[in-house]
Structures are given as structure tokens and as C-alpha cells.
């Protein structure tokens, strides 16, 4: 970052030195003013597009958001690149998602349509000067997140920054300005035009901080959640359950974002979790992930975690083949902390855990052994390969931890009488 922090006051100085003003804009100021690590360095200016293109040359740069004033420098592998945005205003907001159009403008015209007001200051990294034409320095000092300007024109304008709002309020832990909040109260509805995918980035940041009991009651207090997360509302108004899936969340470790989920989930998912077929998915989880297109490793990961969760938690009282398994499946130490948040929440005794754990420090040849055969082995012993080999040798494994077979003859007469499911 050190290196994008220097590359960043470069492009601002190389602008000034062809008489340009240029400055730091946005979350890298504030995250400075903070004591924060910038993510990265958003430099702003009144030079058009065209200008900052012709400075830094057509080898370095990059024109993808040129219409609305952003070029792109880059600086190499090292250095990164920097987004060089000229100031401009934003006209018209006819989708509630993306202006109509832009025109260019002052740096003080440009920090009025930013969507908070810690997000609004200017910095000059050369000369080291604050340009702040919104309040943005006395908000940070209070620890407030204030729309600028009208709050219920700002959020009527673009419905994705009441998601913003909640996110810069609890991983930063600022309140929210009270006509800021009112204003998310009023709109909440609308949050349902952005797109999944956009709220899902939102959710995202935020269940995986470690703020993120703060965010889910902002989210339920702004009445977001119902609209984002519907699943979640039988659990809003039942004060027991919301109780624990807050603890829940507080207890969990890591930031996985499927744990994190798999916590939120475990009371709506229930219902689901004890109906369907524990082969199947669970259609609950299935729809939210597809609504938020996750990953498939992060799907696959939510329905595991939830399919085995109190399986661990019971570890003591488990077949020792079965606990193996689950302790020997790569996903264990997410399954570890959600079960860990989980019996916390409850006010349980760790004693299962604690056992599961004093297992999962065996050596891996106790807790692992190796296989008693491989897809060599069924070969030379004059098996057919194909594809139906990863089956036959799932089913070698598991009676092997079953502790049903030990050798290599054995594995491979039930290689023999085996057939897919
Ligand atoms: P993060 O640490 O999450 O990157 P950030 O403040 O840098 O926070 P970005 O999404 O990178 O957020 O946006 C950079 C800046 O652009 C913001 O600080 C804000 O000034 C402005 N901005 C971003 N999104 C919006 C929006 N939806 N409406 C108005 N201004 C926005
Ligand atoms: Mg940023």
C-alpha cells in the first residue's frame, strides 16, 4: 500500500505541475483522518478526461469510465493503479441506481453529490492542505454518518447508499444522523431495484467484519433487512431466537462470509434443515444463495455447515468413524467456530467441543490414516477406470474410517460387488 500511496501523490503532482488542481477524494481521506490503511487512493481533478488521458499517456491509461470523468493510470504490478476522477455533478437519477448523465464541475460541487459527509473531504498529499466544503472533519469527530445535503432526496437519488450507510456506521462504529436514518426508514422499500448482486457486495463487507452484530440490528432497525433478507423476519419479532442469533454472531470467530450466514440462518433454515432429505439442499439456503449469486464453494460451504453444525456440537455422544469425518473434512474449522458461536449463544457446556478439539490435534496419521487404496491399486488389480472410480473409492474411505474394512483385499472385494447409488 506503500507503494500505492506514493504512486497516488505522484499522479497528483504531476497533474498540478500542467496546472491542474488534484486531490486525494473520498474513503482514502477519511480512512487517513481515521488512522486507517487506505484501501486504495482515489485522486480527483479538474482536468477532463482527455487532458488527464494526454498527461499520463494512452500507454498508461485506461478510458473504461471516461463518460462519467474517470480514467484509470496505471502504475504497474508494484505500484497498482489510480483512479483519476474529474469533478463533476451528477444530473438526473431517473433508475434510482446510476445518473442520467455527468457534468463537470468544481471540487466543491463535486463533494455535494458524495453520499456521506466523512466521504466528502478533500486532501492535497503534497502540500498537505484539507479541503472540506460538507462538515465532513466535524461528522468524523462526532462519529456520525450524515447524508449531504437532504437526506430523502440522496437516498430517492441512488437506494444503494442506504446500504453504504449501514456498512461505514457499524464497521466504523459512527452512529447514524438521526434524519439519515429516518430518511433509510422511508426508502427501505426501494433498496429492492438495486440489483442482488450489488446488495449482496454490501452484505458481504459486512457480515464478514467483525462488527457485524452491529450491522444486523442497523439493518433491522432501518428496516432493511426485511427487504433484503426476508428469510430472516420470523426471527426479527421472536425475541429469543434474535437474542441468540445476535450472540451468535458476536461469538463467531473468523470472518467467513458462509459461517457468518450459517449463523444468521440457523433458526429461518430450521424448519427446512429438519423436512428436507439431509442428501438434498436446503431449498431456503439454495434460493438466497442463487438470489445472491455466492460462489459455489461458499454455497456448498452454508449447506454443510448447517447440515452438520449440531453433529459437532454432540462430538462426545458420535460413532468415532462418524466424528473422524467430520474432523477430517477441510471445512472443519468453520465448522469448529460456527459450532463454538452457537454453544456460546446457548450458554452450553463446551464439553463436546473441547473433545472434538482434543481430537483434531491427534497426528494426522492417528486422525487421518492414509487410504487403504487408491485408484492404482483398483487398476493393477485389473479394475476398469472411469468415472464411476471416485464413487467406488469414496465408499473404500468411508468403510475404512467406518472401520468396517482394514486391508488392501478387502477394500478391493467391495471394489468388486460395488454399485453406483
Ligand atoms: P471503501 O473503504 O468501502 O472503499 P469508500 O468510501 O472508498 O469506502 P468507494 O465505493 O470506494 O467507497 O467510493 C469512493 C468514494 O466515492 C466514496 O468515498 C464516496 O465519496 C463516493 N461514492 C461511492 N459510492 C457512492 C454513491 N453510491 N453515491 C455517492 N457517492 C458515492
Ligand atoms: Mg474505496
Not at 11 to 31: E, P, T
Not at 132 to 142: E, K, P, S, T
Not at 245 to 257: A, E, V, Y
Amino acid at each position: 500500500t506503500n507503494a500505492a500511496r506514493d504512486f497516488s501523490i505522484e499522479v497528483v503532482r504531476q497533474l498540478k505541475s500542467h496546472g491542474h488542481q488534484a486531490l486525494w477524494a473520498g474513503g482514502c481521506v477519511r480512512d487517513m483522518l481515521l488512522g486507517r490503511e487506505p484501501k486504495d487512493f482515489d485522486v480527483a481533478t479538474d482536468a477532463p478526461p482527455s487532458c488527464v488521458q494526454e498527461i499520463f499517456g494512452e500507454k498508461r491509461t485506461l478510458a473504461i469510465g471516461a463518460s462519467f470523468g474517470v480514467i484509470t493510470v496505471q502504475g504497474g504490478k508494484r505500484r497498482g493503479q489510480i483512479e483519476v476522477a474529474t469533478f463533476r455533478e451528477d444530473l438526473g437519477y431517473s433508475d434510482g441506481r446510476r445518473p442520467d448523465d455527468v457534468r463537470f464541475t468544481s471540487a466543491a460541487e463535486d463533494a455535494k453529490r458524495r453520499d456521506f459527509t466523512i466521504n466528502g473531504i478533500f486532501y492535497d498529499p503534497d502540500a498537505e492542505v484539507i479541503y472540506d466544503y460538507v462538515g465532513g472533519r466535524v461528522d468524523l469527530r462526532q462519529r456520525l454518518v450524515r447524508a449531504i445535503g437532504d437526506p430523502n432526496e440522496r437516498f430517492a437519488e441512488d437506494k444503494l447508499r442506504m446500504l453504504r450507510a449501514i456498512r461505514f456506521s457499524s464497521t466504523f462504529q459512527f452512529d447514524l444522523e438521526m434524519n439519515t436514518l429516518r430518511a433509510i426508514q422511508r426508502h427501505a422499500e426501494n433498496i429492492a431495484v438495486v440489483s442482488a448482486e450489488r446488495i449482496a457486495v454490501e452484505m458481504r463487507k459486512m457480515l464478514t467484519s467483525p462488527r457485524r452484530v452491529e450491522a444486523v440490528v442497523l439493518l433491522r432497525d432501518s428496516w432493511l433487512f426485511q427487504v433484503v433478507l426476508p428469510e430472516i423476519i420470523p426471527i426479527l419479532d421472536h425475541a429469543p431466537r434474535w437474542t441468540e442469533t445476535l450472540r451468535s454472531l458476536q461469538c463467531l470467530p473468523g470472518n467467513d462470509f458462509a459461517t457468518a450466514l450459517a449463523a444468521l440462518l440457523r433458526y429461518p433454515a430450521a424448519r427446512d434443515l429438519a423436512m428436507i432429505d439431509p442428501r438434498k439442499p436446503v431449498p431456503l439456503l439454495s434460493e438466497i444463495c442463487l438470489r445472491w449469486k455466492l460462489t459455489n464453494d461458499e454455497t456448498k460451504d452454508l449447506q454443510w455447515l448447517l447440515r452438520h453444525v449440531d453433529l459437532l456440537r454432540s462430538a462426545k455422544d458420535l460413532p468415532w468413524p462418524r466424528l473422524q469425518r467430520l474432523l477430517i473434512d477441510p471445512r472443519i474449522e468453520k465448522l469448529m467456530n460456527l459450532a463454538t458461536a452457537t454453544t456460546l449463544a446457548r450458554g452450553e457446556s463446551e464439553l463436546h467441543l473441547e473433545f472434538a478439539a482434543e481430537r483434531l490435534a491427534w497426528s494426522v496419521e492417528r486422525l487421518n490414516p492414509p487410504p487403504v487404496a487408491t485408484g492404482d491399486d483398483l487398476i493393477r488389480a485389473g479394475l476398469k477406470p472411469g468415472p464411476h472410480f471416485q464413487g467406488m473409492l469414496e465408499a473404500i474411505r468411508d468403510a475404512q474410517l467406518d472401520g468396517q474394512i482394514a486391508t488392501l483385499d478387502e477394500a478391493l472385494a467391495l471394489a468388486r460387488d460395488w454399485r453406483p447409488a
